[in-house]
């Protein structure tokens, strides 16, 4: 069973910092995403990446497919109370190209004015 | 805004129970997926509808299922509720079955089972 584990589970920061979420298996995936969920809504996609070494950034988010591709980091500069929310990654299990997506249990970011 | 919509957003039911969740995908969107996301949990696959065939399930009982229709609604069905179920049920559209069609979820339907 592919899984994908997400560090750290719960981060506090001050506004300005940055930080880093990682998210690893052990398990080839054939492309991964990034989401962002708020409390009381479904998760929203920020990313998808698909080459091994893909680095791609959106505004203050940088997001990384490792080389193997059995990992993937999402960093942020200078993070802002907008910011805070859960983040998941995903991925569809196995090589194929399947709808099915395996979820990380999730990163929860609180970013304190 | 994702154009995913899903009834109620919340539910209250009885264990032993029966229960329909509802979403109404985006328009044009012929493949809808249904997640179960427990408290502090990312969300895990139940099963996808494309074209209203079932094309893929995960680790879940037959008490499970669903339906798709034509009109790019859909509904979830669970019978002989457990304690377990308890959990926030996410609905995604795409415009088709492949992971890298980029999947839009409603906002959720939170039941409880007591």
């Known amino acids: 069973t592919q899984l994908l584990e997400q560090s750290p589970q719960f981060l506090s920061i001050q506004e300005g910092e940055n930080l880093t979420v990682y998210c690893n298996s052990s398990s080839v995936f054939s492309s991964l995403q990034w989401y962002r969920q708020e409390p009381g809504e479904g998760p929203v996609l920020l990313v998808t990446v698909v080459t091994g070494g893909e680095v791609k950034k959106l505004k203050r988010l940088t997001f990384q497919f490792g080389d193997a591709r059995k990992d993937s980091s999402l960093h942020i500069t200078a993070a802002q109370p907008g910011d805070t929310g859960l983040y998941l990654c995903?991925?569809?299990?196995?090589?194929?190209?399947?709808?099915?997506?395996?979820f990380g249990q999730g990163t929860t970011l609180q970013v304190k004015p | 805004e994702t154009g995913v919509t899903q009834s109620p957003t919340h539910l209250i039911k009885t264990r032993g129970q029966q229960v329909t969740l509802r979403c109404s995908s985006q328009s044009g969107h012929n493949t809808v997926s249904w997640y179960q996301q427990a408290l502090g949990q990312g969300p895990q696959f139940i099963f996808q509808y494309y074209r209203e065939e079932e094309n893929g399930r995960g680790n879940f009982p037959p008490r499970f299922s669903g339906l798709q229709f034509p009109n790019y609604s859909s509904e979830l069905n669970v019978n002989a509720l457990e304690l377990d179920d308890s959990a926030l049920y996410l609905c995604a559209s795409s415009l088709g079955p492949g992971a890298l069609a980029e999947a839009f979820f409603g906002q959720g339907t939170r039941l409880t089972v007591v």
């Open positions: 995903a991925g569809p299990p196995g090589s194929g190209n399947t709808g099915k997506l395996i």
